[in-house]
């Protein structure tokens, strides 16, 4: 079964500095993988995925991720923060093997953006 | 708006009532999931569909927690006599196809359970 793991609760960022959330995971063959961005009040909302192909995969916002086989890691980046990308930011995992599957989502990470 | 779009946006409820939390995926989705998010938790899977027929439903806490999609299109989460625990947000979702694909979620019903 899958697994994600968060390890970050919360980081505080000021507004203009670079950013890295972080996000492993668990699953025996080579996984799908998303980063969601929660607002308040609002739904979840797809920021980039990683299917196949190149693991560097460049999302809406600015934002980037880099899937690391050899970490079983999937790291969120954006170079320069802006006080809009306050929010929680959830990764989450598909198996690739059996057709659709649920979603398993890692705890989710708070991010706060100051002056 | 295309979206996916669930109702009502906020419930509350009194403890022994039953709740009907209705989702209605983006046009021509086959899949349509359900899940539960608590505060200050990710969301946790509960059921999903493709097409009418209900795929898995080990994520269903309780037997109280029932779900239907009777047409392959709108979905119903029902829970039955509600407890204060059921309280969370309810998240709904689509996808296109029953290959993996990205899925798009709706804006969640807030469940308050008195």
């Known amino acids: 079964a899958q697994s994600v793991t968060q390890p970050d609760i919360h980081i505080t960022v000021s507004e203009g500095a670079s950013l890295e959330l972080r996000c492993n995971y668990s699953y025996g063959a080579t996984p799908y993988l998303f980063w969601y961005v929660q607002s308040p009040g609002q739904g979840l909302q797809l920021l980039l995925k990683?299917?196949?192909?190149?693991?560097l995969v460049q999302g809406i916002k600015g934002f980037e991720a880099e899937f690391k086989r050899s970490q079983s890691s999937f790291n969120l980046r954006k170079p320069s923060v802006h006080w809009s990308d306050a929010a929680e930011y959830f990764c989450a995992v598909g198996a690739s093997l059996g057709g659709n599957t649920p979603l398993v989502f890692g705890k989710g990470t708070r991010l706060s953006v100051i002056a | 708006g295309a979206g996916v779009s669930q109702s009502p946006r906020y419930k509350v409820t009194k403890r022994g009532q039953d709740v009907a939390l209705r989702c209605d995926p983006i046009s021509g989705h086959v899949s349509l999931y359900w899940y539960r998010q608590a505060l200050g938790q990710g969301p946790e899977f509960l059921t999903y569909?493709?097409?009418?027929?209900?795929?898995?439903k080990s994520g269903l806490p309780n037997d109280r927690f029932s779900a239907e999609r009777p047409e392959g299109s709108i979905s119903t989460l029902t829970i039955q006599r509600t407890e204060q625990r059921d309280s969370a947000m309810y998240r709904c979702a689509s996808s296109l196809a029953t290959a993996q694909e990205t899925q798009y979620f709706g804006p969640g019903t807030r469940l308050l359970v008195l």
């Open positions: 990683y299917f196949s192909g190149d693991t």
């Open positions: 569909f493709n097409y009418e027929a209900q795929q898995d």
